[in-house]
């Protein structure tokens, strides 16, 4: 059932002194969430490509943002963010995995040839940004979570389109599958850890500076948008709210949803009943993959 997250929730509050990274944070949704935690009183450390709107950024919001420049492609960039900040602060808190990029550069499914007349492949960078660069920071963020004993907080911006259809986009649209698909992976290991809490915020469309040119035709189809600060509230309450783990915050016309227990709920109907009594067999004996169960 949709709810409402008010901009005065009292759980906003524990966000003074929390000790926070953020990817993503020169404009959009990013910036929304570094605002708003700047005037929670946390201390953000963001990490971002465009140098003039996050120095611009930085300066606005004094000392309690400080702006790394940087590509969360490059491993390097990320892990100095990373290094420099529990060097300063002695912890992290809060890791939020929000940096992403739309479809527009390139449409992977429109031939282009290279000199020769051969089928020049697609660069995929959306794919890698989108869900590389989130593995990188959630790579990150559990190692120092666990090597510093923090009971942390990790949350990735996800979409609609980790959910739904979304014609025309189609490499955005998996990349934020694979968003929601490493948080349902992560949850069960991390909760028998009972030390780091992992959550995807889902928004649908978002007025932001990407979005300018498509939100005019959106809007007079009578679609609803999100602004970025109704975005960063479900953020912000996501990293806060110790109820919440391995669950996901559905955004739409600045209400909230939550999905992830509706979907584990409703197994038995898209399934079917032995096949869910099967997943649920393999968790009670708890069977898992890859080299854990080597």
Known sequence: MPFDIPADDPLFKEARDKVVILTGGATGIGEATLRLLVELGAKVSFLDTNGAASEKLEADLGGNAVFFHGSVLNWEDQRNVFEKTVEKHGRVDVVLSNAGIDEVAEDAFV???????????????????????????????????????????????????????????????????????????LRDTLQEEGLIRANVVAPWFTLTPFTAKVARVWQEKGLPVNTPAQVARAIIYLALNRDYHGKSIYVSNGRYTELEEAVQASRNIWLGEQNTAW????????????????
């Open 279 to 294: 997943v649920d067999q393999r968790k009670a004996v708890k069977i898992k993959l890859g080299k854990q169960d080597e």
């Open 111 to 185: 031939d282009t040839f290279d000199d020769e007349g051969k089928l020049k492949a697609p660069t995929l960078v959306v794919l890698d940004v989108n869900i590389r660069g989130a593995i990188y920071t959630t790579k990150l963020a559990l190692s120092y979570f666990r090597r510093l004993g923090i009971k942390g907080s990790l949350v990735l911006t996800g979409s609609a389109a980790s959910y739904l259809d979304t014609p025309g986009i189609p490499v955005y649209n998996a990349s934020k599958h694979g968003v929601i698909g490493l948080v349902r992976s």
